[in-house]
């Protein structure tokens, strides 16, 4: 399994995710400290779990696995709020690595913020974007992550559906990198699939970008 995922990575797994639209959330779990745990119950299906390794990597899982005893305050918080809540539909933002799970319960309108970057958080928002909990309270330049605060997306990246042949020349040229490491920053493929279009496009990937006319 890779380590953390991309923009394309995301952009799938909300397409696969949107197929449990309807489920409802019967539990939240804790398993471990960077790990969030949603078991839902799509209609006529039986329960999967979503896994959330924080930062890092989210995916659907049906195996048994241990959960703790005693539940986490986060997890109690996801517990309070989202307790069978249904899935309404899960969106990437942009083609940035980050999800949102839209939900309707109890509680109303709420949404499940997952960021998959570097160190990554979890934020559970109300229907006005304000933050009742995240997993880690953070702080950064432009925005603070913390309860009670109107959360701010982080500044968006590129998406490479939206590249043209001008705006791919001028990043290459204005590149003082290698090909793939241009590619996989500026145009926002990621290491994996900025290496495998220089392969299958017959590019040297270690050329530097500014040489490729």
Do not use: W
């Not at 109690?76 to 309707?104: C, E, G, P, T, W």
Request: hydrophobic share 35%; proline share 4%; net charge positive.
């Amino acid at each position: 399994m890779q380590e953390q995922m991309s923009g394309f990575d995301i952009r799938r797994i909300c397409s696969e995710f949107n197929e449990f639209s309807g489920a409802h959330c019967k539990k939240s779990y804790q398993p471990h400290h960077e790990q969030i745990v949603l078991r839902i119950k799509p209609k006529d299906q039986s329960q999967i779990d979503i896994v959330i390794v924080k930062g890092k990597r989210i995916y659907a899982s049906n195996r048994d696995r241990l959960v703790p005893r005693q539940p986490s305050a986060f997890a109690m918080i996801l517990r309070k709020y989202l307790a069978n809540a249904r899935l309404i539909s899960v969106k990437q933002h942009n083609f940035d690595r980050v999800l949102i799970f839209n939900f309707d319960g109890k509680a109303g309108k709420l949404k499940l913020i997952v960021e998959c970057f570097r160190n990554g958080n979890v934020i559970l928002l109300d229907e006005e974007d304000i933050i009742i909990q995240p997993l880690t309270h953070t702080k950064y330049q432009d925005r603070i992550l913390k309860r009670g605060m109107k959360y701010i997306f982080p500044p968006s990246q590129i998406n490479p559906f939206e590249l043209n042949l001008d705006s791919i020349k001028d990043m290459l040229e204005s590149s003082n990198k290698e090909l793939a490491r241009t590619l996989a920053g500026k145009a926002n493929l990621g290491n994996r699939y900025a290496n495998a279009l220089c392969v299958t496009s017959g590019l040297n990937p270690n050329s530097m970008a500014s040489d490729i006319s």
